[in-house]
């Protein structure tokens, strides 16, 4: 996998020092990446609205909700930006998901958030290894889940099914969110290409106006297991 320089002092940040060390031995119940598109199709009015979705969902009470349910009350989360093979940032590094706190800061990261990735193809393969390297560096966790975010299908880099296979066989679940305005058979093809693992899923968003909804709903069932009534 090659990485842009950004990315790649992140990462070999976060290895070095895994998780930060103020919860690097604290176990969570889900240790959850996100994996957000924001390659040439996305405008700058489309990246704003991912983000306004994004930080709007983890504060949302739902949200906060689902993470008591479960058996630590407690998640990990990151984030980051993907385009092309070699543009991946690290938009929020590991951060504990337990109260809404940590919900404003989570919400906070996105809401707040710049664009520091070019705006290339989309090499949704270098984003699935980018992740599951993320996770590699997460605290202690029942469950590893991608969450991989996109508007078009693999168009450059590693095949996707393939970056798939090797984050499954590690015990990763990667779930997709397909916004399907431009690519109406998207949905079909991230069940096919992209998700995989236990439990796997995708959920659509006929637009960008719409992701912050689909979003709510798939944190929900990644967090608890369970649809979003």
Not at 5 to 17: D, K, Q, T, W
Request: a negative charge; one cysteine or more; proline letters at 5%.
């Amino acid at each position: 996998m090659q990485l842009s320089s950004l990315s790649r002092r992140a990462v070999l940040g976060l290895l070095a020092g895994g998780a930060s060390p103020a919860f690097a031995s604290t176990a969570v119940d889900l240790a959850l990446v996100l994996a957000i598109d924001v390659s040439y199709s996305v405008d700058a009015v489309e990246y704003q609205l991912q983000m306004q979705g994004t930080g709007q969902a983890f504060r949302a009470p739902e949200i906060l909700d689902a993470v008591s349910r479960g058996a630590r009350q407690r998640i990990a989360v990151s984030a980051f930006l993907w385009s092309d093979p070699q543009s991946q940032f690290v938009l929020a590094p590991w951060q504990l998901l337990k109260g809404p706190e940590d919900a404003i800061t989570m919400g906070n990261y996105f809401l707040r958030a710049p664009r520091d990735v070019p705006r290339g193809t989309t090499a949704t393969g270098s984003a699935l290894l980018f992740a599951q390297s993320l996770l590699q560096t997460a605290p202690p966790a029942f469950r590893h889940v991608i969450d991989i975010s996109t508007d078009g299908t693999c168009n450059e880099g590693p095949p996707a099914p393939q970056a798939r296979d090797a984050a499954v066989a590690l015990g990763t679940t990667i779930n997709g969110l397909a916004i399907t305005k431009d690519v109406s058979d998207l949905e079909e093809y991230m069940r096919s290409d992209v998700a995989g693992g236990d439990q796997a899923f995708v959920l659509k968003a006929n637009d960008f106006e719409d992701y912050g909804r689909a979003l709510r709903q798939k944190l929900f069932r990644e967090i608890t297991g369970a649809d979003l009534i």
